[in-house]
Nanobody, 114 residues
Framework: QVQLVESGGGLAQPGGSLRLSCAASRSIVSLRMGWYRQAPGKERELVARITSDSSTLYADSVKGRFTISRDNAKNTVYLQMNNLKPEDTAVYYC?????????WGQGTQVTVSS
């Protein structure tokens, strides 16, 4: 098992930046980690994920704007979000997969508005 705690959400203007953090309660060195988001009235969708060897995958909608990274020494995963757009507004969730079981954080709200 693992507990995940997100932080770093908030209000940003279009074109602005935010950095989300996800702190895990145990070592993440062997885990595939990811960020998902869910906007009102929409299904939860994958934003980015990073494997244990730091291979990354991004949703087409965020490629070139968002960067996922990991610091195994701190048991933390980050999502750097640049050039934010109003359509990025959503609750962002951290995700970890352990033996095919998905674990989720409580989510952090990101609102992009002028």
């Amino acid at each position: 098992q693992v507990q995940l705690v997100e932080s770093g959400g908030g209000l940003a203007q279009p074109g602005g930046s935010l950095r989300l953090s996800c702190a895990a309660s145990r070592s993440i060195v062997s885990l595939r980690m990811g960020w998902y988001r869910q906007a009102p009235g929409k299904e939860r969708e994958l934003v980015a994920r990073i494997t244990s060897d730091s291979s990354t995958l991004y949703a087409d909608s965020v490629k070139g704007r968002f960067t996922i990274s990991r610091d195994n020494a701190k048991n933390t995963v980050y999502l750097q979000m640049n050039n934010l757009k109003p359509e990025d507004t959503a609750v962002y969730y951290c995700n970890a997969i352990i033996i095919a079981v998905h674990y989720w954080g409580q989510g952090t709200q990101v609102t992009v508005s002028s």
